[in-house]
């Protein structure tokens, strides 16, 4: 089946422009410091690349972190090239054959003893993907909405940290009383934006109320 694509107009190209700026800053933002961890996972996530580099089988070989072990497993590997190339300066001299082994112990206790560039060049690759995987929500919406869908499929995308820290917060009592999410987020200081619209939806709290949503559905009254 041949794909059609069309051309994106100059308002598309801005507003994608504006997603990937928005998911960027947000995540700048809230980027960690130089030596903080802030979730004890975080330091498996980082040994098992190191781990199958040395020839050990990670502490999770099949999860969800497999391919931050290989991403891992691309920087000690690189670590170690450059080593074998730009041998230390306080290395012994050591025979041709001996040299690949110095490089790979001398890269392994380099990052081991500090692990924080190595964070930063994984905290680094995961934002890369991050924002690809903004890009690819505003195509998304974009195929099926326009721009203005890509913007709004985009920008869900970019405010993911928002709805990751948003879940970590404990439910208020306005919420558990008013049964209104939102209201978790302003009780814990968070600006939110309210507007009026003319269109009239349909609650569905009752089988009666689930018919007149149906009845509207095929007559395409909404």
């Not at 924080?116 to 991050?130: E, K, T, V």
């Not at 999410?181 to 814990?188: G, H, I």
């Not at 507007?195 to 559905?217: H, N, Y």
Request: glycine share 8%; charged share 20%.
């Amino acid at each position: 089946m041949e794909q059609i694509c069309y051309p994106w107009s100059s308002r598309a190209r801005w507003a994608v422009m504006a997603v990937l700026l928005l998911g960027l800053a947000l995540r700048l933002v809230n980027f960690p410091s130089r030596y903080e961890i802030r979730d004890m996972d975080e330091i498996s996530y980082l040994e098992n690349g190191l781990l199958v580099w040395e020839g050990m089988t990670p502490g999770a070989a099949a999860s969800v972190d497999g391919p931050e072990t290989w991403m891992g497993w691309l920087y000690i590997a690189g670590h170690s090239a450059w080593q074998f190339v730009h041998p230390a300066p306080d290395q012994p001299p050591v025979p041709a054959q001996v040299r690949p082994f110095m490089a790979v112990d001398r890269a392994l206790f380099d990052t081991y003893a500090d692990m924080s560039g190595f964070h930063r060049y994984m905290l680094c690759l995961q934002l890369l993907i991050a924002l690809a995987a903004i890009y690819a929500a505003f195509r998304l919406g974009w195929h099926y909405g326009g721009w203005a869908g890509g913007m709004a499929l985009g920008a869900i995308v970019a405010c993911l940290p928002f709805y990751i820290e948003f879940a970590a917060m404990t439910p208020t009592f306005l919420e558990i009383s008013e049964k209104l999410e939102q209201l978790r987020a302003v009780e814990n200081g968070v600006r939110i934006r309210v507007v009026e619209t003319e269109f009239e939806s349909i609650g569905v709290d009752t089988p009666a109320d689930l018919e007149k949503v149906l009845a509207k559905l095929k007559t395409k009254a909404f």
